[in-house]
């Protein structure tokens, strides 16, 4: 038999291929969130998942070793490619979002990097909005180029005759954040899609402010779902992480994307003489397929057992979490909106913004535990809140159970051009909050010190 997989892949069949079809099979989101990907009796009747720290596992036989190895019979190998620990994450986000399969790695730019290389890859372009996160922007505007991978970017993501201008024979993907990030500008994702299947394009949707609990992309359109997990859905700011989930319906075939349907080695059968492409071995399963057997494999950015467990047990009180963020969230929104020396406040959530008709389509459970305001005076009073603050902790991050607050034009978009954060409206006047789980009226008062005491 031939042995194109390497020894060291796992397979790979790597039983992370949850065909639900429907977002939760037949559960409840929460009842998912605790359940879904798991079986006790598969894991020594563990009540939890537990943390598989080997980096290889017995091939027990020859034969079975040949098995694995050529993709043949499921099971794992070695951990950089797939981890018992990894694969009931991969399994229960898969689930949470709606897709076929998922891949979970080491951070969220490994999983937006892997998304968008994976489906550009071979000189492809892809159309996206300039309000993302900072290190996304920069992959695009000056990295991505080197490997011959363009970025059109678009003003207004949810101007289609904007976007529809941009589309060229070689764009392969469109990417965009569901919930901006600071401004939680809200994506239109349905005529997008609409727009971008017609032109045989992948939607690429970055879904890690809302989390599948406030918003799945897949059932509106998308094709690619990519999450940084180390936000709201780890939730307790302890693990970093990614993940990718496909959704399985996008035609990789369709002739805008040759790396799915060139032969190659690494799927084919060579002492068998057959020759596979990844969409002839896999079909719909052809794009989550080469993200693990080309890019995790290659680039081993691969996510720890242990992280993966750390984001279990946050996984398990998300909805509870998030929904308790976003009351808070919108509570904080209300103070500021009244507050003195606040400029304006940053949140669709408020419910009468230009965007609450998209709020009430997409979010009915509201947007999500972020928001941002602008201060009057100069970025001397952004230091004294900062500084000012109590409660708040001053990291760059989102979604923990703690409250965060960061000055995203020097930290987290400081790599964004200036036209484009202006653009965003990330001035130098901006802060950003990340709601957590203490009492709204004591973060309220923490803030309310603050920026009385910087005037
Ligand atoms: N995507 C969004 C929307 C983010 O906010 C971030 C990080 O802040 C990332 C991706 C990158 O995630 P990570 O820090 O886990 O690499």
């Given at each position: 038999?031939?042995?194109?997989?390497?020894?060291?892949?796992?397979?790979?069949?790597?039983?992370?291929?949850?065909?639900?079809?429907?977002?939760?099979?037949?559960?409840?989101?929460a009842t998912?969130?605790?359940?879904?990907?798991?079986?006790?009796?598969?894991?020594?009747?563990?009540?939890?998942t537990?943390i598989?720290?080997?980096?290889?596992?017995?091939?027990?036989?020859?034969?079975r070793?040949?098995?694995?190895?050529?993709?043949?019979?499921?099971?794992?190998?070695?951990?950089?490619?797939?981890?018992?620990?990894?694969?009931?994450?991969?399994?229960?986000?898969?689930?949470?979002?709606?897709?076929?399969?998922?891949?979970?790695?080491?951070?969220?730019?490994?999983?937006?990097?892997?998304?968008?290389l994976?489906?550009?890859?071979?000189g492809?372009?892809?159309?996206?909005?300039?309000n993302?996160?900072?290190?996304?922007?920069?992959?695009?505007?000056?990295?991505?180029?080197?490997f011959?991978?363009?970025?059109?970017f678009?003003?207004?993501?949810?101007?289609?005759?904007?976007?529809?201008?941009?589309i060229?024979?070689?764009?392969?993907?469109?990417?965009?954040?569901?919930?901006?990030?600071?401004?939680t500008?809200?994506?239109?994702?349905?005529?997008?899609?609409?727009?971008?299947?017609?032109?045989?394009i992948?939607?690429?949707?970055?879904?890690?402010?809302?989390?599948?609990?406030l918003?799945?992309?897949?059932e509106?359109?998308?094709d690619?779902?990519?999450?940084?997990?180390?936000?709201?859905i780890?939730?307790?700011?302890?693990?970093?992480?990614?993940?990718?989930?496909?959704?399985?319906?996008?035609?990789?075939?369709?002739?805008?994307?040759?790396?799915?349907?060139?032969?190659?080695?690494?799927?084919?059968?060579?002492?068998?003489?057959?020759?596979?492409s990844?969409?002839?071995?896999?079909?719909?399963?052809?794009?989550?397929?080469?993200?693990?057997?080309?890019?995790?494999?290659?680039?081993?950015a691969?996510?720890?057992?242990?992280?993966?467990?750390?984001?279990?047990i946050?996984?398990?009180?998300?909805?509870?979490?998030?929904?308790?963020?976003?009351?808070?969230?919108?509570?904080?929104?209300?103070?500021?909106?009244h507050?003195?020396?606040v400029?304006?406040?940053?949140?669709?959530?408020?419910?009468?913004?230009?965007?609450s008709?998209?709020?009430?389509?997409?979010y009915?459970?509201?947007?999500?535990?972020?928001?941002?305001?602008?201060?009057?005076?100069?970025?001397?009073?952004v230091?004294?809140?900062?500084?000012?603050?109590?409660?708040?902790?001053?990291?760059?991050?989102?979604?923990?159970?703690?409250s965060?607050?960061?000055?995203?034009?020097?930290?987290?978009?400081?790599?964004?051009?200036?036209?484009?954060?202006?653009?965003?409206?990330?001035?130098?006047?901006?802060?950003?909050?990340?709601?957590?789980?203490?009492?709204?009226?004591?973060?309220?008062?923490?803030?309310?010190?603050?920026?009385?005491?910087?005037?």
């Amino acid at each position: 038999m031939s042995n194109n997989f390497d020894k060291d892949q796992a397979t790979t069949e790597c039983n992370n291929t949850s065909s639900t079809g429907s977002p939760y099979r037949d559960q409840s989101f929460a009842t998912a969130a605790v359940h879904a990907g798991y079986e006790q009796l598969d894991h020594g009747d563990a009540a939890m998942t537990p943390i598989y720290a080997s980096a290889a596992f017995n091939m027990e036989s020859a034969v079975r070793g040949d098995l694995l190895a050529a993709g043949e019979t499921s099971g794992f190998s070695y951990s950089r490619v797939a981890n018992p620990t990894v694969a009931v994450l991969e399994q229960r986000l898969a689930a949470l979002e709606g897709g076929i399969g998922a891949v979970a790695v080491a951070s969220g730019m490994a999983a937006v990097s892997f998304a968008l290389l994976c489906a550009a890859e071979g000189g492809g372009r892809i159309i996206s909005p300039t309000n993302l996160y900072g290190a996304s922007v920069d992959a695009m505007e000056s990295f991505f180029p080197q490997f011959g991978i363009h970025t059109d970017f678009v003003n207004n993501i949810n101007d289609l005759d904007e976007v529809a201008a941009k589309i060229r024979p070689d764009t392969r993907a469109i990417f965009a954040e569901s919930v901006a990030n600071p401004s939680t500008d809200i994506l239109d994702i349905e005529p997008l899609a609409e727009l971008a299947h017609r032109h045989g394009i992948a939607l690429i949707i970055d879904n890690t402010v809302p989390t599948p609990y406030l918003f799945r992309p897949i059932e509106f359109g998308a094709d690619i779902v990519v999450h940084s997990t180390t936000k709201g859905i780890t939730g307790h700011g302890n693990a970093i992480g990614g993940v990718i989930i496909d959704a399985g319906r996008f035609d990789w075939t369709n002739g805008r994307f040759p790396q799915f349907t060139t032969p190659e080695l690494v799927v084919s059968d060579e002492r068998a003489g057959i020759e596979h492409s990844f969409a002839s071995r896999f079909g719909r399963e052809a794009f989550i397929r080469r993200v693990r057997i080309k890019y995790l494999r290659t680039f081993g950015a691969v996510a720890s057992p242990f992280n993966a467990y750390l984001t279990l047990i946050g996984l398990e009180t998300l909805p509870e979490r998030v929904s308790r963020q976003v009351k808070s969230a919108t509570a904080v929104a209300e103070y500021l909106r009244h507050a003195p020396h606040v400029a304006k406040v940053n949140y669709s959530g408020l419910g009468d913004t230009a965007q609450s008709d998209l709020v009430d389509k997409y979010y009915p459970r509201g947007v999500g535990q972020i928001l941002s305001f602008v201060l009057e005076g100069t970025e001397d009073n952004v230091h004294s809140v900062i500084d000012g603050v109590k409660l708040f902790s001053y990291v760059p991050n989102i979604g923990d159970a703690r409250s965060l607050i960061v000055d995203p034009a020097r930290i987290t978009h400081r790599e964004v051009p200036e036209e484009y954060r202006i653009r965003g409206g990330v001035s130098d006047q901006l802060i950003r909050l990340s709601i957590g789980l203490e009492e709204p009226e004591d973060l309220i008062a923490d803030l309310d010190q603050a920026i009385r005491r910087a005037y």
